[in-house]
């Protein structure tokens, strides 16, 4: 019986083009399992059961009678783009400063750093929610929430996607944020304890929930899908694509609002003020010799994206294709990252893997590098283990400093613009590369023929998450 099992099971594997990973995933098995039972031919305890359940729900796939009528899994592409950055307000704005090499680190306006060594930050210059939403609506929402809000907008225009009582329902958003109800939650307290707790201002409550941005998203433009947030540091928005595209993959939704947010709150930046985790001297350098500390910074940043047929009936204009992603959870020591890089060389060979890629087959890396001492040379020796030291490197957040959630939502948007303008973007500030970090890094913007691009993004506290884009073929 067991061998039966498994000779179904390889079949479905091979019908939908899955790897051993993405089955392991879709079956909720741990993938050394399938390995060992491919060698055995059996199937013990209760998996067996699971395996039974699993085939039987796939029914249509794995018997040979309905073969025929198969076809393999959806694709997803990225149709809109909606961004606020330290660099400015829109995708336009933040293209031409990812590509002529601007650093959106200022002086920090929003609060006070008399006191403070770390004096900079990267600021969303000029943000008035007013002249993006309209005056109505806004009052309770917190600097968070109206970030994305304005985000999606800004989306769903570039993809031209009317949201409407037809497609609502058909319409999920996921949303990656760690600290975007942080202030929130500091301000509701505080309140509390120096008014008294009968003085609190009850709208203002919602705002202190972790998945508040998210649900205000779908509340502001009538959106009815799944609606989920992830808080993974820095690798929600990459868990957050990994979620969202297997919606797409299996068919569930058509259209997905995939995104991340992070505000610039004083709460957040003293947070890693104390952590010893900003730099001193007020500047992003990631993999440079003297780096001394990440730069903390805000951004909000959607996108839509739709399975491939849709968007092609609809004839949206396609900014790129998610061939794959990868992650590992690696918990060496909290808030430290393992010095050997093993969730970091597993997310990227992960990610390989299930885009059918060999090292070989990527353009062009944009590194998770923020300026810290250790992380840098750590994601620098996983990549030359990799991806030897040919393949260029770059490091956007020289830019845009540290966005913690929304760090890999930005390295997707560049990303996107380097495929369509055939260009690598330089990674800015260095003036004396680590030797340590031996890789092939970019420092001045070069032009080069793009195909597929991979992103990371790395946290310090266990998360490791790569991700693949790629020209629509």
Known sequence: MSKELIKQLEQYRKKMDLTYDALSKELGVPSNYLFRWKKSHRIIGIYKKIVEDFLKEKAEVTCSVSSSSFSPKARAVITGVGILSPLGIGYEVFSKGIQGGISGVKDITLFDTKDLLAKQGGEIPGFEPKEIL??????????????????TQFALKDSKIVVSEENASHISVVIGTTFGSLHSISSFNRDAYVEGPKYVNPSRFPNTVGNSPASRLAIKFRIQGPNTTISTSMCAFSDALDYGIDFIHLNRVKTM???????????TFLGFYKLDQLSSKNISRPF???RDGLIFSEAAVVFCVE????AQKRKASIHAEILSTGSSFDPKRFYRYNPQGVGMIKAMERALDNARLKPQDIDCIFSNANSTLEADVIEARAIEKIFGRQTPVTAIKSMTGETYSAS??????????ALKEQYIPATINI???DSECRINLVTKKMKKKLERILINTFSPDGSNASFIIGKVK
Not at 139 to 149: E, I, Q, S
Not at 307 to 310: A, G, I, V
Request: charged share 30%; hydrophobic share 45%; with cysteine.
């Open 257 to 267: 609002l995939i995104g991340a947010v992070e505000d610039f709150s004083i709460q």
């Open 408 to 417: 890999g939502a930005l390295a997707l948007a560049a990303a996107i613009d």
């Open 134 to 151: 309209g005056k109505e609506g806004l009052l309770d929402l917190n600097r968070a929430t109206k970030l994305l809000l304005c985000a």
């Open 307 to 310: 399975e491939y047929e849709t």
């Open 288 to 290: 440079d010799k003297e």
């Open 431 to 433: 003036k004396n590369k």
